[in-house]
């Protein structure tokens, strides 16, 4: 994956950063990037389906749907933490904006390239579905596709996010790092952008699939654990009990008395709260 990034004075590919550059820049305090994204206004005509035409992630045009400004700051706090890039905000509670970004010195440069590639290629509307029986905690839909100009199409989606199922997440520290309100827009952002999917068989209950493997790049890239398989596991806490845990494993290999071990960490949720 590639992103045109352009420094002020200077225009680089994200993967050219000289090291001599980036701390010449670095002693000069935070870096603010000038990315190449949509304006942080909603230009396109109308609101609803192919009349749209313009790329970025935005508010619910439905009144029901609509996410609170509490709710956006929660997707925008968790692109922030994935991406490393302070300043990223809702304008006017309606469009995501990067105008005003600048480098933190963390995050990863797969989940900056993927955030840069849904801005510049693909519609999606945010929706929300807190306390829905449909969501665990968010699900991605094609919707339709515009055409705002002959030989450009750009797909339009609706990213349904369950807010509610968040709270019900306990665990590891480090798998609940690993899988917070970043993680999950990253997953769906895999789907709409990459056109990544999910293991639709068993083979989900062993392995992540393609999807989250561009999530666990990720995860590499700041050191968190890896998540092992796709498909939640059910737990029953006792033989007799009609209340079960969704559960989903981490692993990464550490160094222990100079040999590599295996650790295991895990996030789980009541399933009863938290429905698909
Ligand atoms: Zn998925």
């Not at 200077?10 to 670095?26: D, F």
């Not at 092992?228 to 006792?238: D, K, L, N």
Request: aromatic share 10%.
């Amino acid at each position: 994956m590639r992103s045109t990034l352009s420094l002020v004075g200077g225009r680089v590919a994200s993967g050219l950063w000289g090291s001599r550059l980036r701390s010449a820049l670095a002693l000069t305090g935070a870096f603010f990037l000038l990315l190449v994204t949509p304006p942080c206004e909603a230009t396109g005509v109308g609101t609803e389906g192919h009349t749209f035409g313009q790329t970025g992630i935005f508010n619910s045009p439905e009144a029901s749907r609509r996410l609170s400004r509490e709710k956006l700051q929660a997707v925008s706090a968790g692109l922030e933490r994935v991406t490393g890039w302070a300043g990223i905000h809702f304008e006017r509670d309606t469009v995501l904006c990067l105008r005003d970004v600048r480098e933190s010195g963390s995050g990863s440069p797969t989940a900056r390239a993927l955030l840069l590639k849904a801005m510049q290629t693909v519609t999606i509307f945010l929706e929300d579905y807190s306390r829905s029986f449909s969501v665990a905690f968010a699900a991605i839909q094609r919707r339709a596709v515009s055409h705002p100009d002959s030989g450009r199409s750009i797909p339009i989606f609706s990213l349904r996010l369950d807010f509610e199922d968040f709270r019900y997440l306990t665990g590891h520290p480090e798998a609940l790092e690993a899988f917070d309100m970043g993680f999950v827009l990253l997953h769906e952002l895999g789907h709409a952008v990459e056109g990544r999917s999910d293991p639709s068989d068993r083979r989900g209950t062993v392995e992540p699939g393609e999807c989250e493997a561009l999530v666990n790049e990720v995860r590499r890239e700041l050191g968190l654990p890896l998540r092992a398989h796709y498909r939640s596991e059910h737990v029953f806490p006792s033989l007799l009990s009609d209340f079960s845990f969704g559960r989903i494993r981490f692993e990464r290999m550490v160094e222990h008395q100079g040999k590599p071990r295996l650790e295991t960490y895990f996030v789980q949720w009541p399933t009863k709260f938290v429905i698909r």
